[in-house]
């Protein structure tokens, strides 16, 4: 079982950077490849960024390729993703989740909470 706390999420203004935080419950956080997802509203859940379990790879969504940067300390159980040029329509709330590094797995089995992300124009 793992428990994902996000933080970090707020109000910022276009062209302005956040950095959202995930952290993560047990001692096997390195067997997890994590993820970040964002939701706005009247929209379905999309795909933002995902790192490997262990931060050596990574892969982006188009929309936030060369401006987004998912990282993660396997010492502290964190994930983190670094918003940077943010858009207005970066809006949406954003959750942390976790899936095993298992080959062929693809679905994620946890999920945080969400933190909410409002960029004004």
């Known amino acids: 079982q793992v428990q994902l706390v996000e933080s970090g999420g707020g109000l910022v203004q276009a062209g302005g950077s956040l950095r959202l935080s995930c952290a993560a419950s047990?001692?096997?956080?390195?067997?997890?490849?994590m993820g970040w997802f964002r939701q706005a509203p009247g929209k379905e859940r999309e795909f933002v960024a995902t790192?490997?379990?262990?931060?050596?790879?990574?892969a982006y969504a188009d929309s936030v390729k060369g401006r987004f940067t998912i990282s993660r300390d396997n010492a502290k159980n964190t994930v983190y993703l670094q918003m940077n040029s943010l858009k207005p329509e970066d809006k949406a709330v954003y959750y942390c989740?976790?899936?095993?590094?298992?080959?062929?797995?693809?679905?994620?089995?946890?999920w945080g909470q969400g933190t909410q992300v409002t960029v004004s124009s």
């Open positions: 989740a976790a899936r095993e590094a298992v080959y062929g797995k693809k679905e994620y089995d946890y």
């Open positions: 790192i490997s379990n262990g931060g050596g790879s990574g």
């Open positions: 047990g001692r096997t956080f390195r067997s997890y490849i």
